[in-house]
């Protein structure tokens, strides 16, 4: 089977276009929202040391190669907010801002489950 050069150059480009980013969390507690249909519908905290706080850290750092540049319009499920850290979880994909743009990475959504609020 011949394939042609200019079928696989876009997905070499593609590939290359893939990087590592180390996502630390701030030493400070986390704000989570959780949101419906554009709205705010759950807002709790995370703080320092809890077991979500470790949870999400570890789930940043087991996923922190395989970025790709993003420049679309999302609609997050859960945004996590701490000093100089904003991640947006949008169904099967998480999107950080760095100081060289956005970039994204999917990651199942059952992956970040854990960071829903829980109902009062």
């Known amino acids: 089977m011949r394939v042609s050069r200019w079928t696989v150059l876009p997905l070499f480009a593609l590939l290359g276009c893939a990087r590592s980013i180390s996502v630390a969390l701030p030493h400070t507690a986390l704000t989570v929202m959780v949101y419906s249909e554009g709205k705010v519908t759950q807002r709790c905290a995370i703080a320092p040391g809890s077991d979500k706080f470790r949870k999400l850290g570890q789930l940043m750092q087991e996923n922190a190669a395989g970025w790709h540049s993003r420049s679309a319009?999302?609609?997050?499920?859960?945004?996590?907010?701490?000093?100089?850290?904003?991640?947006?979880?949008?169904?099967?994909s998480v999107i950080v801002g760095e100081s060289g743009g956005e970039y994204s990475r999917t990651i199942p959504a059952a992956a970040y489950k854990f960071l829903e609020c829980k109902a009062s």
């Open 73 to 92: 319009d999302y609609v997050p499920s859960i945004v996590v907010i701490g000093s100089d850290l904003n991640l947006y979880f949008v169904e099967d």
